[in-house]
């Protein structure tokens, strides 16, 4: 110790008096920035390209090689199925696994914990961000599986399908960010997101297959069924679940 | 304004800061001292209630940390070693996301770049820039929302002495007595930091060395610190 003791606080003699507390302050309401976190998230997705191409690249890659591993130029119902939804959800863990390192290796994630604003604005605005990526994937990817491989004709399929891809890219955006904001914490976070998310998205898999299958099917009589509701029900309480979940954990995962 | 008693944090079993205790005043500036790992940018960080103290109490404009960080967020601005700017946006986009998240309007954002002198620069994404620019941009996104304490972690580094004299009046003592700035500062600059310091804080591997008013400080005492 040079020139004071620390046991005691310090309080100089000369200071100024002691200015009023103002009052805590006052941040955007949750939607404006939820809005302003989507804007900046699509925006810096735009600019880097980091994750929707390397997303969509991957889907049409991996149609193309099971057309000819196959050896069999359409394939349908649970195969079908199953060929679709393996191939989206690995599509979907690369943008997973980017979904927070901007933020974290450029500070973001600070910025926004100095900010006056509700936490979980992050947690809707990536989960949103990450719907949107798998939207267009599938823009992408569920085109070039009815060319590549699908035995029906696609629009014989899409309005059916599109209920069924929307319920499972909401489980998927939810889990995916959870486990992401997790993951991304930690230096391995390459192979602990797939390793956290895969398991978790399984039940998603097999709802959506299950739901879907029987849109694949080269006999499905146009009209007639639809999805079974069995397993709609099922896609939408998960969501519903691990939506809750996300929501009650997020702020602790942003925590120091 | 600042009140630490006992502040202990620790990173695993290794202490980074041990037993620090101070009172600081509204419109004082305390600069911290201390060599490499001494522990000045996790005092910075609990301050800004990014980390959480670990043990003894932390009181930050009145509220009690880390139980009432969320009264403290939007009154602190922390410009600390990393911009907290994204590189793929330019410095306006970062500064209007930086304004939507604490409430502030875009006319404030273009005063700002026009106060350090990026308006002609504004549109170009931030990795196009200069360190020193990024500085100053950094020095705006911290100051955006005029908060009542400034955490500044060598808020100088990277800037040539026209940019210091830009930035200067964003992160210097203020000048409005109506709004006192008080400001934490760390520092490796021993003139410079004590001409502008009420209060010193000398570490030396998370341990408090050095407390007392700046008039009573030496140059050569801040030197035995790095020694």
């Known amino acids: 110790m040079s020139a004071a003791s620390t046991d005691e606080p310090v309080q100089p003699a000369a200071s100024p008096e002691q200015a009023p507390i103002a009052p805590q302050a006052r941040g955007p309401g949750m939607w404006a920035t939820v809005a302003a976190l989507l804007r900046k998230e699509l925006l810096v997705e735009l600019r880097t390209l980091e994750s929707v191409p390397g997303m969509s690249l991957f889907a049409v890659t991996t149609f193309v090689v099971f057309h000819f591993a196959l050896n069999q130029n359409t394939v349908s119902g649970d195969e079908a199925a199953g060929i679709l939804w393996v191939t989206l959800l690995f599509a979907a863990m690369l943008g997973v696994n980017r979904l927070f390192v901007a933020d974290q290796d450029q500070g973001g994630f600070d910025a926004f914990l100095l900010a006056p604003v509700d936490r979980t604005a992050m947690l809707l605005a990536k989960a949103l961000a990450l719907f949107a990526y798998l939207a267009v994937l599938e823009l992408i990817a569920v085109p070039a599986f009815g060319l590549l491989l699908l035995a029906p004709p696609l629009s014989q399929t899409l309005p059916d399908l599109l209920l069924v891809l929307v319920l499972a890219d909401i489980g998927i955006a939810a889990i995916g960010t959870l486990v992401a904001a997790l993951a991304v914490q930690t230096r391995a976070r390459d192979l602990l997101g797939p390793l956290l998310a895969l398991p978790l998205l399984v039940p998603v898999v097999i709802g959506a297959a299950r739901a879907s299958s029987p849109l694949l099917v080269l006999a499905h009589p146009a009209g007639v069924g639809g999805p079974p509701i069995r397993w709609l029900a099922t896609l939408a309480l998960y969501d519903l679940v691990f939506g809750l979940i996300a929501y009650a954990v997020f702020d602790f995962l942003l925590e120091d | ?227």
């Not at chain 2, 304004?99 to 994404?125: F, I, K, M, S, W």
């Not at chain 2, 004299?165 to 934490?184: K, N, S, W, Y």
């Not at chain 2, 001409?195 to 050569?220: F, H, M, Q, T």
């Open chain 2, 1 to 227: 304004m600042i009140e630490l008693e006992g502040l202990v944090r620790r990173y695993g079993e290794r202490e980074a800061l041990s037993d620090v205790s101070l009172s600081l005043h509204a419109g004082q500036t305390l600069v911290v001292f201390g060599p490499n790992g001494a522990g000045k940018t996790t005092l910075l960080r609990i301050l800004s209630t990014l980390l959480r103290p670990h043990s003894g109490g932390v009181t930050v404009l009145g509220y009690s940390l880390p139980d009432e960080a969320w009264a403290v967020r939007g009154r602190v601005g922390l410009l600390g070693h990393e911009p907290l700017l994204y590189r793929e946006l330019t410095a306006r986009e970062n500064l209007r996301f930086h304004a939507r998240l604490h409430g502030v309007g875009e006319e404030r954002v273009e005063e700002l770049l026009a106060a350090v002198a990026l308006t002609d620069r504004a549109d170009e994404p931030l990795k196009t820039l200069s360190r020193g620019m990024v500085q100053r941009a950094a020095v705006a996104r911290a100051t955006l929302h005029d908060p009542e304490l400034l955490l500044l972690d060598e808020p100088r580094a990277n800037l040539d002495p026209a940019a210091r004299e830009l930035v200067e009046p964003l992160i210097g003592p203020g000048t409005d007595p109506a709004r006192p700035r008080t400001r934490v500062i760390s520092s490796h600059d021993p003139a410079g930091g004590l001409a502008e310091a009420d209060l010193v804080l000398g570490l030396r591997g998370g341990v408090p060395v050095l407390l007392s008013e700046a008039a009573d400080v030496s140059r050569a005492q801040i030197a035995e610190l790095y020694r």
